[in-house]
């Protein structure tokens, strides 16, 4: 049988009805009101970001100085002006990066040692082929874009564009950590390429290059495991903006090469008179 309550439980229970005050000691009761005043975020688990905002502002940082760097080398190589910049930086799956890639593409894997892993480094046909096409003294005017992969002559004449991203990419690198990046590995369909877990979380950079009334996409896809040991130095430091180095004697060098090898037109007049034939 339930215990009884005596006078003085009786009198406390009706005092603190009456004036709305819970008992001491007790928990405070739910309201809706209270409810509203606290801050509730969406989480999805299965896209956890791993990568802070701060993080990711240092990525898209250094990596504008890697779109700036680059577009001035294809320019000096290709001789015409390639426009390059960051359009896009963002976390996804790894399933979801290579589900959003067109197939066939030019798809390129990187070592970066010291650092473990790959990271996949591809580049849109919509602008590939219009490169390959300058490279063999084409105009673009009625460039076709084949849905084809690259043939072995191709890929060797894209190796030379590849070869300048990936040595920009060491020189970029090279103010946060020094890594030395390196093409192991090209495909055309990214779907038969598999460097981490479909559910691992990736950061993938987008860029978009402009070539005359051409146009298409560079994308770095860079993985968590590979950039998880470099992190620290992303939250600590400031890069609010690239600080461009120095040229090396190597850039020196390749500048003044460019330099010789370009082409201008000179007019020169003389000193302007008015003789008689007699004189002549």
């Given at each position: ?69 680059f577009g001035a080398s294809l320019s000096a190589f290709l ?82 564009i590849t070869n300048r991203a990936v040595s920009t990419l060491t020189e ?109």
């Amino acid at each position: 049988m339930a215990d009884v309550l005596d006078q003085a439980e009786v009198d406390a229970l009706l005092s603190a009805v009456s004036t709305g005050a819970p008992e001491s000691g007790e928990s405070e009761v739910f309201s809706r009101a209270r409810a509203k005043q606290q801050e509730v975020r969406t989480y999805d688990f299965k896209r956890p970001e791993r990568v802070s905002k701060d993080q990711m502002r240092s990525l898209e940082a250094i990596h504008e100085g890697f779109a700036r760097n680059f577009g001035a080398s294809l320019s000096a190589f290709l001789r015409t002006i390639v426009e390059a910049r960051v359009a896009t930086i963002e976390q996804l799956t790894y399933s979801e990066f290579i589900h959003s890639l067109p197939n066939p593409t030019c798809f390129n894997l990187l070592t970066c040692s010291p650092l473990e892993g790959q990271i996949c480094l591809e580049i849109s046909p919509l602008i590939i082929y219009p490169i390959i096409d300058r490279l063999l003294g084409g105009s673009n005017a009625e460039l076709f874009i084949p849905q084809r992969a690259l043939t072995l002559i191709e890929w060797r004449l894209v190796e030379r564009i590849t070869n300048r991203a990936v040595s920009t990419l060491t020189e970029v690198w090279s103010s946060l950590v020094e890594v030395q990046f390196e093409l192991t590995e090209t495909e055309s369909n990214p779907h038969l390429v598999q460097i981490v877990a479909p559910n691992e979380v990736v950061v993938v950079i987008g860029l978009e290059l402009k070539m005359g009334t051409r146009a298409g996409t560079l994308t770095l896809c860079l993985p968590f495991n590979v950039i998880e040991p470099v992190m620290s130095k992303l939250a600590t430091q400031s890069w609010l903006a690239y600080q461009r180095k120095a040229p090396s004697k190597e850039q020196q060098q390749r500048l003044a090469a460019n330099l010789k090898r370009a082409e201008l037109d000179a007019h020169v007049f003389l000193a302007e008179t008015t003789i008689t034939m007699d004189d002549l």
